[in-house]
């Protein structure tokens, strides 16, 4: 079940890597004169940022985050890049020049859906929450959401969307906000992982659930026969011998490296993958439970 949710990622991969090979294929061609004609660069180049946006929704997608709000971005992405290769090609035509300018704005509406669903979707993939992290991770997707909202619009109705800017901001005020934003939003991005990274490790030395991982085994030396009590993860001594020993604990993870200690769910809390029932924890059944009830 699992492989066959990462075909779509896994193909869309595939895709956006022939379509880079075609696009570096295209501009050694064109730049050595072999290839005269420039618009088969530039539609390649559209093609693989499409195919990119799209392996990034399939990424999400595939692992059970926000599928339908994926599938919609995928969508997007693909009309975007039809829209942009439409244009490359037609520019130069009386078609072209009839229909440019509409099919240049519902690509540009598109390309703004699909950014909005791939930027927000991989904000919102962790589940990890925190101090820091919630204020981050929201702060960021709102802020990138009413530029998309404002971007969508604008390629709907340029009027309404400068009315509404100015509204909020005056027209000299709108490019210092718009790179204002860019550096909060670029900012919170790279700023959410290193947070998410910081409160695993947190969680992981500091949660008491964990503590109990260096209790005393009682292990059979394999020289003597001795039956000594070896604190797991630590290196010991036979007290018979003086045979060196360590137990090692080998803790089950989650693919994504979240630690399924005592987790008793049936999918990880990180990235909702399924855990097989041999990974799940299990309390510890007492001699009184295991023995049969007395006739």
């Known amino acids: 079940m699992s492989?066959?949710?990462l075909d779509g990622s896994g193909l869309a991969l595939r895709v956006f890597l022939a379509t880079i090979g075609a696009a570096v294929l295209g501009g050694l061609a064109f730049i050595l004169g072999i290839v005269r004609e420039e618009r088969w660069l530039f539609s390649a180049i559209i093609l693989a940022g499409?195919?990119?946006?799209?392996f990034v929704q399939a990424w999400v997608a595939d692992r059970g985050r926000h599928r339908a709000w994926m599938r919609l971005g995928m969508v997007a992405a693909a009309l975007a890049a039809a829209a942009?290769?439409?244009s490359v090609w037609l520019a130069s035509t009386p078609l072209g020049r009839s229909?440019?300018?509409?099919?240049?704005?519902?690509?540009l509406a598109s390309l703004a859906v699909a950014v909005w669903t791939a930027w927000g979707g991989v904000l919102t993939f962790s589940r990890v929450t925190g101090a820091a992290i919630s204020p981050v991770r929201w702060g960021t997707f709102a802020l990138i959401s009413v530029w998309g909202t404002i971007a969508v619009l604008a390629c709907i109705d340029p009027d309404t969307a400068e009315d509404l800017v100015t509204l909020v901001v005056s027209e000299d005020w709108f490019a210092r906000a718009l790179g204002a934003s860019a550096v909060v939003a670029?900012?919170?991005t790279i700023a959410q992982p290193i947070l998410v990274l910081l409160a695993r490790r947190t969680a992981q030395s500091s949660d008491p659930r964990l503590g109990?991982?260096?209790l005393a085994v009682e292990v059979r030396c394999p020289r003597c026969?001795?039956?000594p009590a070896i604190e797991a993860n630590t290196d010991a001594l036979c007290p018979g011998c003086r045979l060196s020993i360590r137990v090692v604990v080998d803790?089950?993870?989650?693919?994504c490296g979240f630690l399924l200690y005592r987790l008793e769910g049936s999918s990880c809390p990180e990235c909702g993958t399924g855990v097989a029932d041999a990974l799940r924890w299990r309390p510890p059944v007492t001699p009184s439970q295991a023995a049969p009830p007395s006739p």
């Open 3 to 5: 492989n066959a949710r």
């Open 50 to 54: 499409g195919c990119l946006l799209v």
């Open 99 to 107: 229909v440019g300018e509409l099919t240049l704005r519902s690509g």
């Open 212 to 214: 109990d991982r260096h």
């Open 186 to 188: 670029l900012a919170g």
């Open 225 to 227: 026969g001795a039956m």
């Open 251 to 255: 803790e089950p993870r989650c693919a």
């Open 84 to 86: 942009g290769i439409v």
